[in-house]
């Protein structure tokens, strides 16, 4: 998977001033709930100080306005936060009270399991099990009785069943999880979806059934699909409508932010998942989906930010700015783009 960072050192001030409020009294998080906003209304946070809106920013006062307006696709649509590694409370505090602000509900994907990735692009995570536990309350403070959307621990499971190198030297990655899951979904506001992989990765869904259920997939709202990855939208509903009839009819959210085009199907490239060429944007962020179970369309992954150090690009979670705008270009070909919420 793919570490992303962000800065937020001023993103309580930007959302304000991104929406003329820097002088009205904040939200309070009792006021309003994840279900009040209205329909086919997107109900979730967009950070105003983004690298896709920092670039935009740059391109307009250097005179690229048509790839400044080109990257506006991307920086006006909300996106997760990513935290790993170092202590989440304070950044994940200034997101949710940003966001608080617009009473709008911010996207976290929570990134931190030991042994991450399999040692792979994004190697890193918790030294420990005592250390990721504690990472988890440090987040769960950070969101306090805010709204808060999380994505838990992109990858994980999936890798675990498949037979991630060294994850069994852990022993309780499903154990931790489970429990995370617990800690987060004790907070009032919180909405919590397990990733469950993609709808290319394991074909066989028995053994992630059992794995998701060891992982708490019971306790969350539900589980999550295709984060980082560029399955199409159909496909990981006909997956996830499988995956959910085993486990009893749980909901899950599907990433949507770069399968317009959907997957790179080149039979010699091992590595199609990273960074493919000729992709495209999704469908825009939205809670309106047609689907009783399909809670959400979002976008996990950020459009522009790198897969890893393939095909040429960046480290992991680096800014790409040409691969950006090659999947702001690609959604010109889409038909309707941009997607109609209301449409689906």
């Known amino acids: 998977m793919r570490m992303e960072r962000t800065s937020t050192g001023s993103l309580v001030m930007a959302a304000l001033l991104a929406c003329g409020l820097a002088m009205a009294a904040p939200v309070a998080a009792h006021d309003t709930d994840t279900d009040t906003v ?4 997107s109900p979730f946070w967009v950070n105003p100080d983004s690298r896709a809106a920092r670039q935009a920013e740059a391109w307009e006062a250097r005179g690229r306005q048509q790839d400044a307006a080109l990257l506006r696709r991307i920086a006006d649509q ?8 170092s202590d989440p409370e304070d ?8 966001a608080a602000y617009q009473d709008r509900i911010p996207v976290i994907a929570a990134y931190d399991i030991p042994h991450r990735d399999c040692g792979y692009f994004s190697a890193g995570g918790a030294p420990s099990a005592y250390a990721y536990r504690q990472w988890v309350r440090r987040l769960a403070e950070g969101i306090q009785d805010r709204k808060a959307l999380v994505i838990l621990e992109p990858d994980a499971v999936a890798q675990l069943v498949v037979g991630c190198a060294g994850a069994e030297l852990e022993g309780n990655r499903l154990e931790l999880i489970g429990e995370a899951v617990k800690t987060l979904k004790a907070l ?3 909405k919590v ?3 469950a992989g993609n709808a290319g990765w394991i074909p066989d869904q028995r053994e992630l059934v059992e794995a998701l259920w060891q992982a708490g997939v019971r306790d969350a709202d539900g589980f999550a699909l295709n984060v980082s990855n560029f399955q199409t939208t159909q496909v990981s509903k006909d997956y996830g409508d499988r995956l959910s009839a085993k486990l009893g009819g749980v909901h899950y959210v599907i990433d949507t932010s770069r399968n317009g085009n959907g997957p790179w ?6 590595e199609t998942w990273c960074n493919p060429p000729h992709r495209a944007l999704g469908q825009v962020p939205t809670t309106v989906t047609g689907s009783a179970i399909v809670d959400a369309y979002l976008w996990v992954k950020r459009p522009g930010e790198s897969d890893g150090a393939c095909r040429g690009a960046p480290a992991a979670g680096q800014w790409w700015s040409s691969y950006a705008l090659e999947l702001a270009r690609g ?12 449409a689906q």
């Open 188 to 190: 009032p506001r919180t």
């Open 78 to 85: 909300p996106m997760a936060t990513w935290v790993g590694d």
């Open 38 to 41: 209205a329909p086919g209304a």
């Open 331 to 342: 959604s010109d070909t889409l038909p309707g783009f941009p997607f109609n919420p209301e």
């Open 91 to 98: 950044e994940v505090r200034r997101i949710t009270t940003a």
């Open 265 to 270: 199907l080149e039979p010699a490239d091992a």
């Open 193 to 195: 979806y397990l990733d």
